[in-house]
């Protein structure tokens, strides 16, 4: 039947739909912007409801002024369509909360509301003056760098964005120690020895990409030590690699909690060991006092008798 038919096309729809949010997924860039977006929600509403009480505050002023002097029958106005004006835009709170959302967003003409205020005297006009200033260099500017804010942090604790972030730096950092290898590799062995690394690092270019990749260049023979593992002779790309990796910046908290947590493991078998040692001495001293004959130690103890006699 035709409703069995509406049904199914309706079904494929829905599936598309969902195949198309999961395809969002991996496009990261719209990605981040429609979570972005979704993350200033509860700051787009707090943002319009600030504006609102802004507009509601002013609009009361300006009502109740325009009121007052429509109902003045000696009332006198500059342009013979002057009082229609007011009515059009400023007898009633909803159109002057209206004419004051538009007169900060672009969707109307100050020139056209603001003239007939004129009628009223100065002061509608000043006040109408302070609060465009008063909405578009404090409000918005405010709720644009409260947005701006929101977004950003919302970016930095999704944890598949930052996942994917690490691993774009990750992917362009190893590129670029693998294009500085190959540069460094004028014989194209695929080792780098320390006399051709020191050599190459007495380049200011190459002391430079060392520089941007945050590697320290001061230690030559240290920089290549740590790379190669403490092994002397030469280092492959993948060394190469890998000891940039692990070198690469200052000294990270999990950096300083393994020598730490080393220093103690060796602190703790070294006192161990010095215990198991000095038990040693003293089982040592005891098994050769045993071993001394009695007669030896009387014929050892008879000077010392005599000295003390003489």
Known sequence: ???????????????????????????RALRILLHQILSTLKSLIWGLMLLFLVIYLFSIFFTES??????????????????????????????SMFTLYKSI???????LVVAPLGALGPLPIALFVVYVSFTQLAVLNVLTGAFCQTAIDAASHDQDLASQAVLEDLAMYTKRLN??????????????TFSEFQAHLQDKKV?????????????????FKLMSHGKAGSIDLEEFIAGSLRLRGYARSFDLARIGYEQHFMCKHLGEF????????????????????????????EPDTNVHSV
């Open 274 to 301: 010095m215990a198991q040692m000095e038990s040693s001495m003293a089982y040592l001293c005891r098994s050769a006092d045993l071993a001394v004959p009695p007669s030896e130690s009387a014929n050892t103890q």
């Open 66 to 95: 325009v009121v007052a002097h429509l109902a003045d029958p000696a009332s006198m106005y500059r342009e013979p369509g002057d009082a229609s004006i007011l009515r059009e835009y400023w007898s009633s709170m909803p159109l």
């Open 105 to 111: 967003t672009g969707g109307l003409s100050w020139d």
């Open 1 to 27: 039947s035709q409703v069995r038919i509406l049904r199914i096309i309706r079904i494929t729809r829905l599936i598309r739909v969902v195949r198309a949010v999961r395809v969002i997924r991996f496009i």
């Open 207 to 223: 002391r430079a990409w060392f520089e941007a990749l945050e590697l320290d260049t001061t230690d030559i023979w240290t920089l």
């Open 179 to 192: 294009d500085l290898f190959n540069a460094m590799d004028l014989d194209s062995s695929g080792t780098l």
